[in-house]
């Protein structure tokens, strides 16, 4: 039943595309009627600031983390292990 | 004192690890639930009160202080208890089961700990039958991430033990209860620093992501669980309000978050998210209000079931395909459905999804910021969150079930074993019950704090914030394709670091000994001792000797004289000596009689 859910909705990612982007328009668009009751800070106030939030952060997580990988903290898989086998005390 | 009934949940799970070597087959099976239902039902059943106190003339030592947060507590570490068996009851290897019945019998113990000393007997229990379960995947990685986890939970359980004994010193008790953030001291940082380690607030964090990456897959579910939220109760007892926790909360959930993009295993992209939501917690324990440390406590409950539903899932297909990391997995959709559900619901949890029990707890930590007007963090929480919706809910998914048409490797023949699915079933179940009915949960909490999850506003920012970043990563999906490199984190200084010191061992020190102080040895000390020797010598030839020969030659020539001089061999020399000789002693006899 799963599989065949999977499958179809593979088949017709148009569809399933569509439906996500309305669901996404309807989100902010629908956050103009609610009411705020306990509103915090200026973010609260502006319909659709946690969805802009959301989606600047995810791009500001991914883009910052890559960049930090890519210049400082990437390094080959075997990094920790090649100099012990380069010695011959690969072994335990 | 309290006079209900009390046996030590502990108690059941040391009790089986004797028995359960001995049962075979279907007893074995039966044993292996029985024995976790019976110490959850003890649990519910225990009145609050102080039970097992021994005293002695110095010391009270308390191992059960029944309360509602260490009831609260137990009964999520029973529960998993039960779930995280289940899930590898399909081992042959009884070793699993012992260790991990022991670490959840000793965490158990940390958390009726009513003074340190008992708390830090179990904490090393803690660490000792955690560290089997790493030991226990019997391979070389393994072997390694093990003797680094075991030096470095020694090194933080040292620093708890100088803690507790500065502390006995300066105030004679070890009451395991609030230390005083007016009055903190060395006594108080240092049995701070052992509970950050074992909570991996980072830069105290790299042996977490480390011996889960490495431990047996049935062993990184139980781990998940008990070693960072048995910290985090201990921070709960000890700092609750302690500011320094809220800075260092914020930075570990976003930390956690940035690493989990950079790495490509699973298991290990797990454990980073373990620091991103124990940051949360730690975050509830700094603002110290009854909401907030409501709210780390209902997210410690939460985070343990939902964690472990996702260790399970991403174990099963490590269980059946051999493989954990992202670059190597893919296209699993069609081979592995349910524990592809199952998986989701623990990303779904994990994300704070409204109807997921992650919604109902991490929202009441954040709402504790908001309330204390603690906006950054409340900003900086609310980030991490959306970071792990990011990873756990989609990029953990997504990398192993779709992303590729087809396994780059042979298809798997069939999904988990059934207990796997079953325990991931039930835990499943237990996440979305929580998420749908919060009113279970928040009747456990220890504190009297009124909150509402499911408010319109706050159902609709969830909502907003989780489909705008899914919006996000469906759009950047390019730049996150999983690649096959690590991440470089703190435990480089102690991997590269104690490589380096071997090295400088070998090669430096090595080097300074055969080169420089082997060259001052002989260009400037050897002369130097050949130059006191040959005085020395000199002295010993000339003047010791000339002293001993000369006074020797000396004494011959006198005693030959004289033996010439006495012993002449004349008789009549020899009676005038005797006779006058006689004549002197009657002499000197006469005048003294006189």
């Given at each position: 039943?799963?599989?065949?859910?999977i499958?179809w909705?593979?088949?017709?990612m148009f569809?399933?595309?569509?439906?996500?982007?309305?669901?996404?328009?309807?989100?902010?668009?629908?956050?103009?009627?609610?009411?705020?009751e306990?509103?915090?800070?200026?973010?609260?106030?502006?319909?659709?600031f946690?969805?802009v939030?959301?989606?600047?952060?995810c791009?500001?997580?991914i883009?910052?983390?890559?960049w930090?990988?890519?210049?400082f903290?990437?390094?080959?898989?075997?990094?920790?292990e090649?100099?012990?086998i380069?010695e011959?005390?690969?072994?335990? | 004192?309290s006079?209900?009934?009390?046996?030590h949940?502990?108690?059941?799970?040391?009790?089986?690890?004797?028995?359960?070597?001995?049962?075979?087959?279907?007893?074995?099976?039966?044993?292996?639930?029985?024995?976790?239902?019976?110490?959850?039902v003890?649990?519910?059943?225990?009145?609050?009160?102080?039970?097992?106190?021994?005293?002695?003339?110095?010391?009270d030592?308390?191992?059960?202080?029944?309360d509602?947060?260490?009831?609260?507590f137990?009964h999520?570490?029973?529960?998993?208890?039960?779930?995280?068996?289940?899930?590898?009851?399909h081992?042959?290897?009884?070793?699993q089961?012992?260790?991990?019945w022991?670490?959840?019998?000793?965490a158990?113990?940390?958390?009726?700990?009513?003074?340190?000393?008992?708390?830090?007997?179990?904490w090393e229990g803690?660490?000792?039958?955690s560290?089997?379960l790493?030991?226990l995947?019997?391979?070389k990685?393994?072997?390694?991430?093990?003797?680094?986890y075991?030096l470095?939970h020694t090194?933080?359980?040292?620093?708890?033990?100088?803690?507790?004994?500065?502390?006995y010193?300066?105030?004679?008790?070890?009451?395991?209860?609030?230390?005083?953030?007016?009055?903190?001291?060395?006594p108080?940082?240092?049995?701070?620093?052992?509970?950050l380690l074992?909570?991996?607030?980072?830069?105290?964090?790299?042996?977490?992501?480390?011996?889960?990456g490495s431990?047996t897959?049935?062993?990184s579910?139980?781990?998940?669980?008990?070693t960072?939220?048995?910290?985090?109760?201990?921070?709960?007892?000890a700092?609750?309000g302690?500011e320094?926790l809220?800075?260092?909360?914020?930075?570990?959930?976003?930390?956690?978050?940035?690493?989990?993009?950079?790495?490509?295993?699973?298991?290990?992209?797990?454990?980073?998210?373990?620091?991103?939501q124990?940051?949360?917690m730690?975050?509830?324990?700094?603002?110290?209000?009854?909401?907030?440390?409501?709210?780390t406590?209902?997210?410690?409950?939460?985070?343990?079931?939902?964690?472990?539903?996702?260790f399970?899932?991403?174990?099963?297909v490590?269980?059946v395909?051999g493989?954990?990391?992202?670059?190597?997995l893919?296209?699993?959709?069609?081979?592995?459905?349910?524990?592809?559900?199952f998986?989701?619901?623990?990303?779904?949890?994990?994300?704070?999804?409204?109807?997921?029990?992650?919604?109902?707890?991490?929202s009441m930590?954040?709402?504790g910021?908001?309330?204390?007007?603690?906006?950054?963090?409340?900003?900086?929480?609310?980030?991490a969150?959306?970071?792990?919706f990011?990873?756990?809910?989609?990029?953990?998914?997504?990398?192993?079930?779709?992303?590729?048409?087809r396994?780059?490797?042979?298809?798997?023949?069939?999904?988990a074993?059934?207990?796997?699915?079953?325990?991931?079933g039930?835990?499943?179940f237990?996440?979305?019950?929580?998420?749908?009915?919060?009113?279970?949960?928040?009747?456990?909490?220890?504190?009297?704090?009124?909150y509402?999850?499911y408010?319109?506003?706050?159902?609709?920012?969830?909502w907003?914030?989780?489909?705008f970043?899914?919006?996000?990563?469906?759009?950047?999906?390019?730049?996150l394709?999983?690649?096959p490199l690590?991440?470089?984190?703190?435990?480089?200084f102690?991997?590269?670091?104690?490589?380096?010191?071997?090295?400088?061992?070998?090669?430096?020190?090595?080097?300074l000994?055969n080169?420089?102080?082997?060259?001052?040895?002989q260009?400037?000390f050897l002369?130097?001792?050949k130059?006191?020797?040959?005085?020395s010598?000199?002295?010993?030839?000339?003047?010791?000797d000339?002293?001993?020969?000369?006074s020797?030659?000396?004494?011959?020539?006198?005693?030959?004289?004289?033996?010439?001089?006495?012993?002449s061999?004349?008789?009549?020399?020899?009676?005038?000596a005797?006779?006058s000789?006689?004549?002197?002693i009657?002499?000197?006899?006469?005048?003294?009689?006189?």
């Amino acid at each position: 039943m799963i599989v065949k859910f999977i499958d179809w909705a593979r088949k017709n990612m148009f569809f399933v595309k569509a439906i996500s982007y309305a669901t996404l328009v309807l989100l902010v668009v629908a956050d103009l009627f609610v009411p705020r009751e306990h509103p915090h800070f200026i973010g609260d106030f502006i319909p659709g600031f946690w969805a802009v939030f959301g989606f600047v952060a995810c791009a500001l997580i991914i883009v910052v983390s890559k960049w930090l990988g890519k210049k400082f903290l990437f390094r080959p898989e075997d990094y920790y292990e090649d100099e012990e086998i380069k010695e011959g005390r690969g072994h335990v | 004192m309290s006079s209900g009934f009390f046996v030590h949940p502990s108690l059941f799970f040391f009790a089986g690890m004797i028995i359960l070597p001995f049962l075979r087959d279907l007893h074995r099976k039966v044993f292996m639930v029985a024995l976790p239902v019976a110490a959850l039902v003890t649990v519910i059943n225990i009145d609050p009160g102080i039970y097992g106190t021994i005293k002695t003339s110095s010391l009270d030592l308390i191992a059960g202080r029944a309360d509602k947060m260490s009831l609260m507590f137990a009964h999520v570490f029973t529960l998993m208890a039960l779930l995280g068996t289940i899930y590898g009851m399909h081992l042959r290897d009884n070793w699993q089961i012992l260790a991990a019945w022991g670490y959840v019998g000793s965490a158990l113990g940390c958390i009726f700990a009513g003074d340190y000393l008992t708390l830090f007997l179990f904490w090393e229990g803690l660490m000792v039958t955690s560290v089997c379960l790493v030991f226990l995947r019997r391979e070389k990685e393994a072997l390694r991430a093990g003797y680094r986890y075991f030096l470095v939970h020694t090194a933080g359980g040292l620093a708890l033990l100088a803690g507790i004994f500065l502390l006995y010193h300066n105030t004679g008790s070890i009451a395991f209860g609030p230390l005083p953030a007016s009055s903190a001291s060395w006594p108080a940082y240092l049995i701070m620093a052992g509970f950050l380690l074992n909570a991996a607030v980072p830069p105290l964090h790299a042996w977490l992501p480390d011996a889960y990456g490495s431990a047996t897959v049935v062993g990184s579910v139980f781990m998940c669980a008990y070693t960072t939220k048995t910290a985090v109760y201990a921070l709960a007892r000890a700092f609750p309000g302690f500011e320094i926790l809220i800075v260092l909360g914020v930075i570990m959930s976003l930390y956690g978050v940035v690493y989990a993009v950079l790495e490509n295993d699973a298991r290990r992209l797990l454990s980073y998210h373990i620091i991103s939501q124990v940051g949360y917690m730690v975050t509830g324990v700094g603002i110290g209000t009854a909401m907030s440390l409501n709210g780390t406590c209902a997210h410690a409950y939460a985070h343990i079931l939902y964690k472990a539903l996702l260790f399970m899932g991403v174990g099963a297909v490590l269980e059946v395909t051999g493989r954990s990391k992202f670059s190597e997995l893919g296209g699993l959709w069609r081979y592995m459905p349910y524990t592809f559900i199952f998986t989701l619901v623990g990303g779904l949890s994990i994300s704070a999804f409204p109807g997921f029990s992650g919604f109902v707890s991490k929202s009441m930590v954040v709402a504790g910021a908001w309330q204390s007007h603690l906006i950054w963090a409340a900003i900086g929480l609310t980030l991490a969150s959306a970071g792990t919706f990011l990873h756990t809910g989609l990029k953990v998914p997504y990398f192993i079930w779709f992303w590729k048409e087809r396994p780059p490797f042979d298809p798997p023949k069939k999904e988990a074993p059934v207990n796997m699915q079953i325990a991931m079933g039930l835990t499943a179940f237990f996440c979305i019950f929580i998420g749908l009915r919060p009113q279970a949960l928040y009747s456990m909490l220890p504190f009297n704090a009124e909150y509402h999850p499911y408010t319109l506003y706050h159902v609709m920012e969830s909502w907003q914030i989780l489909l705008f970043t899914m919006l996000g990563f469906f759009l950047l999906i390019k730049k996150l394709s999983p690649e096959p490199l690590i991440g470089l984190d703190i435990d480089w200084f102690y991997r590269k670091g104690g490589g380096l010191f071997l090295k400088f061992c070998r090669g430096g020190l090595a080097r300074l000994e055969n080169g420089l102080i082997m060259n001052i040895h002989q260009t400037l000390f050897l002369p130097l001792l050949k130059i006191i020797s040959s005085f020395s010598a000199w002295n010993d030839q000339k003047v010791v000797d000339g002293i001993v020969d000369g006074s020797a030659v000396s004494t011959m020539a006198l005693s030959n004289k004289l033996s010439t001089a006495m012993q002449s061999g004349v008789l009549y020399r020899y009676l005038a000596a005797m006779l006058s000789a006689v004549a002197v002693i009657v002499g000197i006899t006469i005048w003294m009689v006189k």
